[in-house]
T-cell receptor, first 113, second 113 residues
Framework: QQPVQSPQAVILREGEDAVINCSSS?????VHWYRQKHGEAPVFLMI?????EQKGHEKISASFNEKKQQSSLYLTASQLSYSGTYFC??????????????FGAGTTVTVRA | DAGVIQSPRHEVTEMGQEVTLRCKLI?????LFWYRQTMMRGLELLIY????????DSGMPEDRFSAKMPNASFSTLKIQPSEPRDSAVYFC???????????FGDGTRLSIL
């Protein structure tokens, strides 16, 4: 089942912060985050595997709350290069033959100078 | 190292024609995923393979779609006969294992007239 992302879109000025949320109705085993720039392929940012785990990529970090079945992506001091559509992908079954990564609808981030 | 290579990059054809999309995995990767992306439906997983074996094809829309992996480094997605509603960007992605970061190809932009 597809996770729900919010907000659908956000506009920022350079240097501002933003939070993107990803929620699932199923218990989560892992959460993947990807960024896709217009006309390009999605690019992997990070995987979160444990409840409460936080990871970072540049000034982009994420948290994973197993109990709440959700993950949040934090864009700190945003740069123009952060513009793009961010997708979360959630995995509900522990690595097994029925593994399937389900992607959310995406959050479009526009960073303006 | 070369990334995931897809061909063709663009395909325009008339409805009813057979379409074959091709994908070369990153060397050493064991898992292969085919996605379709449209504005309406977002990024949808069509099918994935692990060690050349199709694991889950529940996302394949109809019998008109078929995918093969004749060897460890190459896969094809075929649509026969094609219909205008098949127009989309088709991505393939590979990963070292099924639950590891996925590396996407540049996609094939398919237009069925």
């Amino acid at each position: 089942q597809q996770p729900v992302q919010s907000p659908q879109a956000v506009i920022l000025r350079e240097g501002e912060d933003a939070v993107i949320n990803c929620s699932s109705s199923k218990a989560l085993y892992s959460v993947h985050w990807y960024r896709q720039k217009h006309g390009e392929a999605p690019v992997f940012l990070m995987i979160l595997l444990k409840g409460g785990e936080q990871k970072g990529h540049e000034k982009i970090s994420a948290s994973f709350n197993e109990k709440k079945q959700q993950s949040s992506l934090y864009l700190t001091a945003s740069q123009l290069s952060y513009s793009g559509t961010y997708f979360c992908g959630t995995e509900s079954a522990p690595g097994s033959n029925d593994y399937k990564l389900s992607f959310g609808a995406g959050t479009t981030v526009t960073v303006r100078a | 190292d070369a990334g995931v290579i897809q061909s063709p990059r663009h395909e325009v054809t008339e409805m009813g024609q057979e379409v074959t999309l091709r994908c070369k995995l990153i060397s050493g990767h064991n898992s292969l995923f085919w996605y379709r992306q449209t504005m309406m439906r977002g990024l949808e997983l069509l099918i994935y393979f692990n060690n050349n074996v199709p694991i889950d094809d529940s996302g394949m829309p109809e019998d008109r779609f078929s995918a093969k992996m004749p060897n460890a480094s190459f896969s094809t997605l075929k649509i026969q006969p094609s219909e205008p509603r098949d127009s989309a960007v088709y991505f393939c992605a590979s990963s070292f294992e099924v639950d590891q970061p996925q590396h996407f190809g540049d996609g094939t932009r398919l237009s069925i007239l």
